[in-house]
């Protein structure tokens, strides 16, 4: 439970598209999980095509939300509450996303998202 906890955790943080230094500042991650964020992140750069003028505002906003789900991953609330929570996180960085990325950006980042999740529930069902 607590490697799927860890696994679902880490998706996120991928998910969300964090920078690559605030990957490498994670403490509580393995080598081998920061190179494997690391790696993702660069995919998503590429995946979203991302200008210059992007860059800093799309790691800006995904810096905030990384240390939101970091806070709600180390507190000691339910796993129900942790849910909805999760939700309402994901809901709000993905307004602040849409309103700077172009749509067809918007797409594939929403793409992304859902092909992290399919993932992870292929491992959860395994």
Avoid: C, H, W
Avoid at 27 to 35: L, R, V
Avoid at 116 to 123: D, E, I, Q, T
């Amino acid at each position: 439970m607590k490697n799927l906890k860890l696994t679902f955790a880490l998706s996120l943080l991928i998910s969300l598209g964090f920078n690559v230094m605030q990957a490498q500042s994670l403490s509580n991650f393995t080598d081998d999980q920061k190179e494997a964020v690391i790696t993702q992140l660069k995919v998503d750069k590429e995946r979203l095509a991302l200008t210059p003028e992007q860059e800093e505002p799309f790691l800006e906003i995904s810096k905030k939300y990384v240390l939101k789900l970091k806070d709600l991953k180390d507190s000691d609330e339910d796993r129900k509450s942790k849910f909805k929570k999760l939700k309402t996180i994901q809901g709000q960085k993905n307004e602040e996303m849409k309103s700077m990325l172009s749509n067809q950006q918007f797409i594939t980042y929403l793409e992304i998202q859902s092909e992290r999740k399919a993932k992870m529930k292929g491992r959860r069902n395994n």
